[in-house]
């Protein structure tokens, strides 16, 4: 029953172990993407009392399987239904092993200030002292929340609500596993009341420059993991499988060891653009520091992640190769 005082809000669902189911209430053996939107909903009556739900199933998987077409298919679906005058919220459950990433995708991509909000869960949905019911009712309160509008796509978490660019999980296994480790969270969600504490500046949806509306696949870009004695040929490995851009998730603030900074050397000016992100899990890699871009080459990812460095690369490859213009973007999201 539709209730016409209360806001409209789409969940769409995509798996992942807020919709898991196991055999045992305590074990974390389960299967990720089990249960159906509906049934994640008729387990949640008092989110009908928020908002009138309708809930469309965009996939059923562990988000370890998540790929470049579910996140196409997800970005145009929002479009759409944003698009619509009635709906006034979005919610998409996930699995959180790459929700960030998602949603730093959507992030970029999804053209509305309408509110766009993600929800996971640590413990599957059999599980005693399940964190998705909870995590999903707050998604929803804050997507129904006016004040939720013009703020990229937002992340609820424990309490918490973290913007798509800074989140990311932190650990394997704990409910409090989100975190913005360069900026802290957003606001809280707590109570069926939103608080927010602070903004973001980094430009997102509708101020971004990337249409998806006709792309059906994205660029190849892969992820290589700096270490001491790194191996230079992880790098012919990615270049001869096709990548059109490399993120390397460096040393300290995005260094290379020094046969992997000749092997960077080469491949840069053979086109393929590589671009130095940190693998600390916090701070910026700037630009000509130790490690010399001007030299090699190279790009810096700023204070993105490797995994969210890789989703901006692949995205402005579809625009250009020139490294200058994808450096600029990556200092613009
Ligand atoms: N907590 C989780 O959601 C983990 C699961 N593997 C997933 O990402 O789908």
Known sequence: QQQSKLP????????????????????????????????????LPEARKIANLTGEQVAS????AMHDSVWLKL?????????????????????????GETGYFLQLTVKTEKPVVLAGAM????????????NL????????????????????????IFSAREVTKTNTTNVATFQSPNTGPLGTVFDGKVEY???????????????ISQVNSLPKVDILYGYANMNPVLLDAVVNDKAQGVVIAGVGNGNLYPTVEARVKDITRKGVVVVRSSRTGSGRV??????????LGTIVADDLNPQ????????????????KKIQEMFFRY
């Open 75 to 99: 970005a145009k679906r929002i479009n759409e239904l944003a698009a619509k005058p009635e709906v006034d919220g979005i919610v998409i459950t996930h699995g959180t092993d790459t929700e």
């Open 286 to 295: 700037t630009l000509n520091s130790e490690t010399d871009d001007a030299a």
């Open 308 to 323: 969210k460095a890789r989703i901006l690369l692949q995205l402005a490859l579809l625009k250009t190769k020139d490294p």
């Open 61 to 64: 998987v562990g988000s370890q």
């Open 8 to 43: 409209n809000v789409v969940i769409l669902a995509t798996g992942g172990t807020i919709a898991g189911a196991g055999t045992s209430s305590v074990g974390t053996a389960y299967t990720a993407g089990k249960l159906p939107i509906d049934a994640l909903l008729n387990a």
């Open 197 to 211: 504490y602070h903004g973001i500046l980094r430009k997102h949806t509708v101020q971004t420059e990337f249409d």
């Open 123 to 134: 413990r599957s949905a059999t599980a005693i002292s399940a964190d998705g019911p909870m």
């Open 137 to 160: 009712y707050n998604a929803i309160v804050t997507a129904s929340d006016k004040r939720s509008s013009n703020r990229g796509i937002l992340v609820c978490m424990n309490d918490q």
